[in-house]
């Protein structure tokens, strides 16, 4: 949806590279319950656990936040917007050479992946699989997600420039349109567009960028929030996000509540049957609501000096705060090594031992992001105080870019 946050986002947001964990932990954990077939055979916590690709939307709400944020304080402050170009070479940087590591190592390593065309191994390296076919090749199906935050990363200058405008201010109102709008392209794209779009090609526009704008609203609609609040402008809105983001135990409970009615069969199947319309829209909307109340408290609220509450220990504490600095590798890197370690012990797919295939998965994971965290992330990211494609008075696209990645990566 990671690379270290720039100083000041990391002051305001301390809790933003845990959640980040939280997301790419979710995602393998939903993968290695599904290669143990663990889906169907445990009742209730079978279905939580094929939810946990609530992972996905959690990685959208931040890069939501953490991306749109510089352009909403330069319009309130009126000052020079993120420089474009550079805002692009640092995602760049970012998203590009640890994803090239999981994709070669899956193209190359996976027997699955030797009947691949030359097309079909570009497309891939190029994030570009769900635009030209079905989806992401073996060891990497799970970069359907990726593609949408890369392509996100490519629209949101636009989306920006719509929403402020080049007029020196910040108006709600236009901010607020293009989240409506946002949405309802999410909610038509579920309904009709998917289907009308992908009618007749053999493409998945399931997983495509539309579907997933609302995510990203609701990630923009915290950042504008939060710049309206530093900025003395609290109406009564934002004083009641404020009162509630006080209450993490509440947001998390009742994000659990709704996570748990999305796993019935209100939000589809469990498993890889095609869900209706109805049934796509439903889980995306219940996913959104989840994604905006895990990451809620950690951006509206309110600081208390000199007191730590269990929400703060939890996700401040340097071990949970490292796991976010290495979750971009855990999220690039699992897939291709569940698939080794499926290969390495002769387990067979769908036929149990899921707590193993998790425990092997997480711990190779671990070991695997640190070491491209320090041989490849850190290393790439020096680079990006290089401003190559960045225009002479412009500002850089520094504050509250950390991540996304997936998360954000």
């Known amino acids: ?28 954990t939903t993968h290695a319950a599904f290669w143990g077939g663990e889906y169907t055979d445990n009742g209730t916590a079978g279905r939580l656990l094929a939810r946990l690709d609530v992972g996905v939307a959690l990685f959208f709400v931040l890069s939501g936040f953490l991306l749109s944020r510089a352009w909403l304080q330069a319009a309130a402050d009126a000052t020079p917007r993120p420089a474009t170009g550079h805002y692009f070479w640092k995602r760049s940087l970012r998203i590009v050479p640890v994803y090239l590591v999981a994709a070669v190592a899956a193209l190359t390593l996976i027997d699955a992946n030797a009947v691949l065309t030359l097309g079909d191994r570009v497309a891939t390296l190029l994030l570009a699989s769900t635009l030209v076919g079905p989806g992401f090749p073996a060891g990497l199906t ?7 935050e890369v392509h996100f990363y490519l629209v949101l ?4 420039l719509l929403a402020t405008g080049r007029r020196p201010g910040l108006d709600v109102r236009r901010v607020g349109t293009l989240l409506v709008a946002m949405t309802a392209t999410s909610v038509w794209w579920h309904l009709d567009g998917a289907a009308r779009v992908g009618r007749g090609h053999d493409m998945d526009t399931a997983q495509w ?23 003395g402008r609290d109406g009564r ?25 999305a796993s019935t069969p209100v939000a589809g199947p469990v498993l890889l049957a095609a869900p ?25 609220r309110a600081p208390h000096p000199g007191t730590t509450t269990t929400f703060d220990r939890l996700l401040t504490n340097r071990a949970a705060r490292h796991l976010g600095l290495v979750s971009y590798g855990i999220f690039c890197l699992h897939l291709p090594l569940l698939h080794l370690v499926m290969w390495a012990t002769g387990w067979e797919l769908f036929a149990g031992r899921g707590l193993q295939i998790w425990a092997l998965t997480l711990i190779i994971s671990l070991v ?34 950390a991540a996304t990645g997936t998360s954000a990566r």
């Open 1 to 28: 949806m990671s690379t270290p946050p720039p100083e000041r986002a990391v002051e305001q947001f301390p809790h933003l590279d845990s959640l980040r964990a939280v997301g790419a932990l979710a995602v393998l």
């Open 142 to 148: 799970h970069m359907w997600s990726l593609a949408v």
């Open 157 to 160: 200058p636009l989306l920006m």
């Open 209 to 231: 960028l539309p579907a997933y704008l609302d995510w990203f609203a609701i990630g923009v609609g915290l950042a504008l929030a939060q710049v309206l609040l530093a900025r």
């Open 237 to 261: 809105g934002i004083g009641l996000l404020v009162r509630l983001a006080g209450q993490p135990g509440v947001c998390w409970s009742v994000a659990g509540g709704l996570l748990l009615i």
């Open 276 to 300: 209706t319309p109805g049934q796509s829209l439903t889980k995306n909307l219940l996913y959104a609501a989840v994604g905006a109340l895990v990451v809620l408290p950690a951006v509206l």
């Open 368 to 401: 695997a992001a640190e070491a491209v965290y320090r041989l490849v992330e850190r290393p790439t990211l020096r680079l990006k105080a290089v401003q190559p494609l960045r225009r002479r008075g412009r500002a850089p696209a520094e504050s509250s870019t």
